[in-house]
């Protein structure tokens, strides 16, 4: 498995403080308890005394890396201890077959794309008991080359974008007054020289600046046109959609501070403020894996991601082949399974890649 490594500066603990943190980390994710040394001497691992692990975890916790809550003697791993497990000590694990059988039964190359971002999003927050993501392949850099208005009803239009790939984008424009199907045609063969050679990101600006240019040509079309599509929507097609699944798991996690979650399902159901981490995935080359601060979606302090692109990237050299790539991941507490999740994510991501074939 390909997992993008953290640039910043590694941390020498040593090998036995390394799988005494790993411990920490892992026995606190399983049973949500802090971590004594008399517990790791129990499990069998050690040829060491409970008080060598205790001085261990004292050197631990003189590194910032492990603490101890006020009601226990135990310990649990800090923000920057599960930083420092996630970027240099985690080995990830294979799923087991029945997670493997219930992601395979859902990615079938013959469903659309709505439909299957729908399906692997609701199976990954089912065997990861965390919130999940998947957003649809998108071609980066294509660009269009012509568009359309359709009138859907008085107020209501529909833009249709091809772009150079024979990909399709539409976007709904809500219009104050009515317009005839003439003049969006009229409108279209106007505004198409400036929106064609740009990509769909840029179409809009493109766009705005042909209606301000032609006001004279459709005047007063123009002029609602301009303000309808000052605000037009999201994508109203699968491609490049995102669906968030499984959010309402994390309400199970006492360490999420529930003030701050209410808050991220809000940012859930937007979705638009989740494109910082979707952007910083998809231009990744491999797992990727954000803790705590990390995260960059405002009160996800708590969480973790773990996350991946898909899909194909073409050779730089290649100037008509685009790339298409997705992105898969799972949000859930700093106190995950990581060793389960990137396998989990590691998998779905191999079998979107051969289903995007």
Known sequence: MLMEKSKKPVLEIGNRAAQVLADVVETYGTKGEPVGSKALVQSGKYQLSGASIRNVMQDLEGMGLIKSPHTSAGRIPTEMGYRYYAQHLVETTE?????????????????????????????????????????????????????????????????????????????????????????????????????????????????????????????????????????WGQPVTADGAMVVAGSTNLFQYPEIVRDKLQG???????????????DEVRTSNGVKIFVGGDVPVIGAEDLAVIASPYGHKAPAKDEDSRKLVGTVGVIGPMRMDYKHTMGVVDYTRSLLDAALK
Request: hydrophobic share 45%.
């Open 95 to 231: 799923p087991e077959e029945a997670v493997k059988q219930a992601i395979q039964s859902q990615i079938n190359p013959s469903k659309s794309l709505s439909q299957l971002t729908k399906d692997v999003t609701s199976v990954l927050s089912q065997v990861t008991n965390c919130a999940a993501l998947v957003t649809a392949p998108k071609r980066e850099n294509d660009t269009l080359e012509t568009m359309e208005f359709i009138r859907l009803s008085n107020n209501r239009v529909l833009v249709v974008m091809v772009t150079k790939s024979g990909e399709i984008e539409n976007r709904m424009m809500e219009v104050p007054e009515f317009i005839s199907a003439d003049d969006l045609k009229k409108a279209a063969s106007t505004l198409n020289p400036f929106v064609m050679g740009h990509t769909l990101e840029e179409a809009k600006a493109a766009m705005l600046v042909g209606m301000a240019e032609q006001r004279g040509q459709v005047n007063a079309m123009i002029d609602q046109m301009m303000q309808a599509a000052n605000e």
């Open 264 to 278: 991220l399902i809000k940012v859930f159901e937007e979705k638009r403020l989740l494109m910082t981490l979707v």
